[in-house]
């Protein structure tokens, strides 16, 4: 298998120094007159830039040498922050040809800074290495392909053990390999202030189907029950959650429809929960979503 991540990619490099007012006119004037250079004026009391920093350094480690970042401790060489103008920090400035040609100040989020590079270089720096792998392991989860996704994301969690959405769609690749304990303890760590992004609810939804179709059991006798009484709610929900976790989408979306059009608040309205489950799985663009999201309307504004 292709390693997707290198474990080295946003490493600092030759591409991320300490600064100083006696370095200053080597590590960024001269040095600006081959690539862009960017200035992060800092100090250890600044919150913003303690964020700042961080995302600095591995959009500009990930840059593969388009542009080098000189850190400048502003208490230890004010002189420089004076130099500049500074008023306020964290200030960034971006510096061409031995000139300052654009500065922002503030914590920007990874988009912005990665636009105000790649305007100041004049070219675009790309993807970095998680992201790419982020890219392909979702390909792969779409395609159903277990050994591609299954690698790429183990290896974001190597270069990035916390990535919250690394884990949430490692946790599907398990449930698709019916490793559903594996899954629970993954998605048992991740931060509970994580609990709200789309792909970790997503996944503990995925698990949430998968362990009710552990407990339904298998389709054929499942099948028989309901057809030979339409009206045993309770055998309809076993089916339906049996054939979710067989893949079955539709015919299990369809069977919890019925449930509704029976008795739409049955087992407080059971039938709907598992129903907006599936739409969270699957994802609010996929065919299947869209044709039982207009079932359940129909059957609730009717």
């Known amino acids: 298998m292709e390693t997707l991540v290198d474990s080295n990619a946003g490493s600092p490099g030759n591409w991320i120094i300490d600064g100083t007012a006696e370095s200053f006119n080597a590590d960024v ?8 250079v960017l200035v ?27 542009v080098s970042l000189v850190k400048i401790d502003i208490d230890q060489n004010p002189q420089i922050a004076q130099a500049l103008r500074v008023q306020s920090i964290p200030a960034v400035f971006a510096f061409k040809n031995g000139q300052p040609v654009d500065a ?26 998680v992201e790419a792998a982020m890219e392909a392991g979702l390909a792969a989860l779409e395609e159903e392909n277990i050994e591609v996704a299954l ?22 690749v398990y449930l698709m390999m019916s490793e559903t304990e594996a899954a629970q303890n993954l998605l048992d760590t991740i931060d509970d202030k994580e609990k709200d992004n789309p792909a970790v609810s997503a996944a503990f939804a995925a698990l949430s189907l998968a362990e009710n179709a ?6 054929a006798p499942l099948l028989a029950k309901v057809d030979s009484d339409p009206e045993d709610l309770d055998a309809r929900l076993d089916l339906a959650r049996a054939q979710i976790g067989a893949g079955q ?3 299990g979306g369809d069977n919890l429809l019925e449930i509704i059009r029976r008795d739409r608040e049955w087992k407080d309205a059971i039938a709907r929960q598992e129903l907006l489950k599936l739409f969270e799985v699957l994802g609010p663009m996929h065919d299947i979503t869209k044709d039982l999201r207009r079932g359940l309307s129909s059957l609730l504004f009717s």
């Open 29 to 36: 004037v001269t040095a600006s007159q081959e690539r862009l």
């Open 40 to 66: 992060d004026l800092w100090a250890p009391w600044c919150g913003p830039c303690k964020q700042l920093g961080p995302v600095l350094e591995k959009i500009v480690g990930n840059a593969g040498g388009a």
């Open 104 to 129: 922002f100040m503030g914590a920007l989020p990874e988009s912005e800074i990665k636009k105000f590079i790649e305007k100041n270089a004049g070219a675009a720096i790309g993807p970095s290495p």
């Open 151 to 172: 690698a790429a994301f183990a290896q974001i969690l190597d270069v990035e053990p916390e990535n919250a959405e690394a884990k949430a769609h490692l946790a599907r």
């Open 214 to 219: 552990a407990n339904a059991g298998d389709l």
């Open 249 to 251: 989408h539709k015919e």
